[in-house]
């Protein structure tokens, strides 16, 4: 998909390269406890446009509206860090900083490419993404506020779907069979898949039905873990990553991008720019 230039057009934190898709929760230290003076859940939201970005920051406020308006025990925190949005190396710095955000918003221009007559545009076919909607990152940020301890970590049990299955998708939601489709090749930090947790990680998550909880390593100094004793369950264990996830095809994630309002409303032109 092409670097964010539009209005979304959907709500699904799925990227075919400069993208990330958000499938995990963590709780903060012990002096943030996620609520707000009245006691509202708050939740952060990253990559709101900034102040020159006019249009999109007035659509933004208007998401984050009704989006509040519907759920009226939540309120959402944005943030704007400008271009770093679409720097993937910035992305893992605040990352492994901790300065991330609860939910990382993410763009799909792909519809917008099709109703400008435009190829639709990927980098590599086989490259899959893990797929998840707003409301599922939502409702895991709230599963994880009410249940996690500090330093735990919850991740989504979410199904993934190649580049190839995603713009056919597109394409059918569109009615657009023969669209053209345009492979740009793989650009610079892209990986062909992305890794959720890994094979450590696993190896001591607790399963909770549709997600997992990491609680943080508190092992203490033992070093007859690294020279004597060792894990025969982690050499079993493969990292969960969206090529070992379950796959969507391409019914399946016509289904997701047909079901979101924001999609049907770009159908109708409501958003089109």
């Not at 406020?61 to 959402?76: L, Y």
């Amino acid at each position: 998909m092409s670097v964010p230039q539009y209005r979304k057009a959907a709500a699904i934190a799925l990227v075919a390269g400069l993208g990330f898709s958000i499938a995990a929760c963590s709780t903060k230290g012990s002096d943030d406890s996620g609520k707000d003076a009245s006691g509202k859940t708050v939740i952060t939201v990253d990559c709101q446009p900034d102040g020159s970005q006019k249009d999109l920051l007035a659509n933004w406020n208007a998401d984050v509206a009704e989006f509040e308006k519907q759920n009226p025990t939540v309120t959402i925190k944005s943030v704007s860090v400008g271009q770093q949005c679409n720097n993937p190396p910035d992305f893992t710095a605040r990352l492994t900083g901790g300065t991330m955000t609860d939910v990382f918003y993410g763009y799909m221009t792909d519809l917008q490419q099709v109703l400008d007559r435009e190829p639709i545009t990927i980098t590599d076919p086989k490259m899959t993404r893990f797929v998840m909607t707003l409301d599922e990152a939502v409702d895991l940020c709230l599963y994880a506020f009410s249940y996690a301890s500090n330093g735990d970590m919850y991740v989504q049990k979410a199904p993934a779907v190649s580049m190839d299955s995603f713009a056919h998708a597109v394409l059918r939601v569109m009615d657009r069979p023969r669209h053209p489709i345009r492979i740009i090749g793989t650009r610079h930090g892209e990986k062909q898949h992305e890794t959720l947790l890994s094979r450590e990680e696993l190896a001591t998550a607790e399963d909770h039905q549709a997600y997992y909880r990491v609680a943080p390593d508190r092992r203490d100094l033992n070093y007859e873990s690294f020279f004597t004793d060792g894990q025969t369950k982690l050499t079993k264990l493969e990292d969960f990553n969206s090529h070992n996830a379950r796959q969507l095809d391409v019914d399946e994630m016509a289904g997701i991008l047909g079901s979101l309002a924001c999609v049907r409303d770009c159908l109708d032109g409501k958003t089109r720019r």
